[in-house]
Antibody, heavy 122, light 113 residues
Framework: EVQLVESGGGLVQPGGSLRLSCAAS????????MTWVRRTPGKGLEWVSE????????HYAESVKGRFTISRDNSKNTVFLQMNSLRAEDTATYYC???????????????WGQGTQVTVSS | DIVMTQSPDSLAVSLGGRATINCKSS????????????LVWYQQKPGQPPKLLIY???TRESGVPDRFSGSGSGTDFTLTISSLQAEDVAVYYC?????????FGQGTKVEIK
């Protein structure tokens, strides 16, 4: 059974940092691209970043480029999102999601974690 | 970036009735080499993560009831729930995967009338 479990969310002041983790199980982790998507009450779902199975190919939303870094440790079946210079508008529930494509990146997400809440406020 | 616009923002449908959600993209999502449309639909219920319903605009994910169907091509797409059930109350999102950044519609909230 595929499972994705996020952790690392919390309350942080503007300008602060957080590192989100997503522990995966139930599939051959290194053969699938992974993605972070966030949901805010006002804006709905927003794609944040994705990383290829090998970790060599990474993409970011313009809104987080230069502040967030996605990475993965295939030996630990975990994907990370390092978030720096956090702003109030980064407040959201952050989901990690698995891509459907074996060995590639379609941008279609068949499994999602339950999400972790990030709140940026002073 | 490709802008995805859904309509309506919300709709209320009687149990057993038909729900129709539209999604329009700012540029074509149809790739000429394979004639596929890079459009996916998700369902998100309160307190739950999104669930994949339909990809390639009209291919139903395994296990999704056949009352859910997708149609459309190019820039105009539709998700139809043919006979609304109580468990279908949710927010529905379209998303393009033609290119990065992947972009979502703003969501359509479906309720029972």
């Amino acid at each position: 059974e595929v499972q994705l479990v996020e952790s690392g969310g919390g309350l942080v002041q503007p300008g602060g940092s957080l590192r989100l983790s997503c522990a995966a199980s139930g599939f051959t982790f290194s053969t699938y691209a992974m993605t972070w998507v966030r949901r805010t009450p006002g804006k709905g779902l927003e794609w944040v970043s994705e990383i290829s199975g090998s970790g060599g190919d990474r993409h970011y939303a313009e809104s987080v480029k230069g502040r967030f870094t996605i990475s993965r440790d295939n030996s630990k079946n975990t994907v990370f999102l390092q978030m720096n210079s956090l702003r109030a508008e980064d407040t959201a529930t952050y989901y990690c999601a698995k891509d459907v494509a074996v060995g590639g990146s379609w941008g279609v997400f068949d499994y999602w974690g339950q999400g972790t809440q990030v709140t940026v406020s002073s | 970036d490709i802008v995805m616009t859904q309509s309506p923002d919300s709709l209320a449908v009687s149990l057993g009735g038909r729900a129709t959600i539209n999604c329009k993209s700012s540029q074509s999502l149809s790739y000429s080499l394979n004639n596929k449309n890079y459009l996916v639909w998700y369902q998100q219920k309160p307190g739950q993560p999104p669930k994949l319903l339909i990809y390639w605009a009209s291919t139903r994910e395994s296990g999704v009831p056949d009352r859910f169907s997708g149609s459309g091509s190019g820039t105009d797409f539709t998700l139809t729930i043919s006979s609304l059930q109580a468990e279908d109350v949710a927010v529905y999102y379209c998303q393009q995967y033609y290119t990065t950044p992947r972009t979502f519609g703003q969501g359509t909230k479906v309720e029972i009338k």
